[in-house]
T-cell receptor, first 113, second 111 residues
Framework: IAGITQAPTSQILAAGRRMTLRCTQD?????MYWYRQDLGLGLRLIHY???????GKGEVPDGYSVSRANTDDFPLTLASAVPSQTSVYFC????????????FGAGSRLTVL | QKEVEQNSGPLSVPEGAIASLNCTYS??????FFWYRQYSGKSPELIMS????GDKEDGRFTAQLNKASQYVSLLIRDSQPSDSATYLC???????????FGKGTHLIIQP
């Protein structure tokens, strides 16, 4: 089934630890995105990528990094997790740059203690 | 800063009635608008997109866009209990930086 796969589904993490959330899509979409969703704040863009080899910062990029080595994978790394990064993280992709029709993964729930 | 505003609700509508969801946006450069539905604990799923002024209908759903007023709405006719969810309005400028989402409106359809 074509779509976006995120891993892990859920994770509890100690503050200060490094964590990578994985995102893989099999739709050959050129654009990929990472959003976080928090109660009362909605979905906020962390980082995005237009195509393999390029990335950009969204609304809330601090404390996060991404890479785009190929079309399919777009991992999000928290170098040193803090409790304020407790959130649900959604990876998304779109097929035509600028068309903005996003397809979302199932999400990764991260708790930082 | 780009903003998309929605009433958080909850909006309670009787089964079979029309549910009306509204959204305003700040960025006049936004060219595309979307309504996503999100069930509790699930990811957002696209239900409607609209790119030009006027109405767009798809089954029980009608999206309306008024760029002069910077206003987007979603009408759900013959509301069903399965329509109970949070509805996210989103806008995009056609660039590479994704969509700006509103905080969502929680819709409850009362049987």
């Amino acid at each position: 089934i074509a779509g976006i796969t995120q891993a892990p589904t859920s994770q509890i993490l100690a503050a200060g630890r490094r964590m990578t959330l994985r995102c893989t899509q099999d739709m050959r979409h050129n654009a990929m995105y990472w959003y976080r969703q928090d109660l009362g704040l909605g979905l906020r863009l962390i980082h995005y990528s237009n195509t393999a080899g390029t990335t950009g910062k969204g609304e809330v990029p601090d404390g996060y990094s991404v890479s785009r080595a190929n079309t399919d994978d777009f991992p999000l790394t928290l170098a040193s997790a803090v409790p304020s990064q407790t959130s649900v993280y959604f990876c998304a992709s779109s097929d035509i740059l600028g068309a903005n029709v996003l397809t979302f993964g199932a999400g990764s729930r991260l708790t930082v203690l | 800063q780009k903003e998309v505003e929605q009433n958080s609700g909850p909006l309670s509508v009787p089964e079979g009635a029309i549910a009306s969801l509204n959204c305003t946006y700040s960025d006049r450069g936004s060219q595309s608008f979307f309504w996503y539905r999100q069930y509790s604990g699930k990811s957002p799923e696209l239900i409607m997109s609209i790119y030009s002024n006027g109405d767009k209908e798809d089954g029980r759903f009608t999206a309306q866009l008024n760029k002069a007023s910077q206003y987007v709405s979603l009408l759900i006719r013959d509301s069903q209990p399965s329509d109970s969810a949070t509805y996210l309005c989103a806008g995009g400028g056609g660039g590479a930086d994704g969509l700006t989402f509103g905080k969502g409106t929680h819709l409850i359809i009362q049987p």
